[in-house]
């Protein structure tokens, strides 16, 4: 029996993890993988990622998005041909399946959240970064009372044909509209986990999937959800289209 615990994480941010440990499964860029503890302790601050008791993860790969309490299974028999039989899922849905992709999908919301943020600040250089702080502050400062001395912002304003006033005006500006993209990602971020993680069931995980990452649920909980229907020749159709790519 396993007893190591599982990490998932996205390889491309530390690929040493695919190094020392072994593969268990991936989903959506996202890759779980079997580590012994001591490498746990190397893994950088910075790096998000999960960390799961190999039962859970193992139940929650293998049963991914499976809800049924039997499912068909293929087996050959002794004359060679195969034949399809009924057999038990465990009952592992609830303490395992759910709660493992509740978990991995609200850390992939994460990761195109952070990569969106990311975007954000990759408009500005490294140096108008580093000086941001310093243009608000005696912009802001300026605008009170225009009689103090700037050591930044006056120069600034030279360079591109500006007033002091007109470039401490304009430092404000951006800095609203900069906090109003940030605002507006980190609400959006949590409002689409918040839905995730209120999905009761494997069933609603699914229906999820498919509404907001395009990821279509099986032929038979779309019946059971009227987003099919079968026709005359008995046929399974699409009622209701899936959504292609991320939908948020």
């Not at 038979?220 to 009622?239: D, I, P």
Request: aromatic share 14%; charged share 30%; hydrophobic share 35%.
């Amino acid at each position: 029996m396993e007893t190591r615990d599982v990490i998932v994480i996205d390889l491309e941010k530390f690929p040493k993890v695919g190094d020392w440990g072994t593969m268990l499964g991936s989903w959506n860029g996202l890759e779980f993988v079997i580590l012994d503890d001591e490498y746990f302790d190397y893994i950088p601050q910075s790096i998000t990622y999960l960390r799961f008791d190999y039962k859970t993860a193992d139940f929650g790969y293998r049963y991914w998005g499976e809800y049924r309490k039997v499912r068909s299974s293929y087996s050959e028999g002794e004359d060679g041909t195969s034949f399809k039989e009924k057999v038990d899922v465990p009952d592992v849905y609830s303490k395992y399946v759910n709660p493992f992709m509740e978990a991995v999908i609200a850390l992939k919301v994460q990761e195109i959240f952070e990569k969106r943020y990311t975007s954000l600040r990759t408009k500005y250089s490294y140096l108008e970064e580093a000086t941001w702080a310093d243009q608000l502050a005696e912009s802001k400062a300026y605008l009170a009372d225009a009689s103090i001395e700037t050591k930044l912002i006056h120069r600034l304003a030279e360079i591109r044909g500006l007033t002091t006033e007109a470039f401490a005006s304009k430092v404000v500006e951006k800095q609203d509209e900069w906090k109003s993209k940030v605002y507006d990602l980190a609400v959006e971020e949590q409002n689409i986990i918040a839905k995730c993680k209120a999905c009761s069931n494997v069933q609603d995980v699914n229906v999820f999937l498919e509404d907001y990452f395009g990821q279509e649920m099986t032929l038979e909980q779309c019946l059971a959800y009227g987003r099919c229907s079968k026709n005359e020749a008995g046929f399974v159709e699409r009622t209701q289209p899936v959504p292609r790519g991320i939908q948020f």
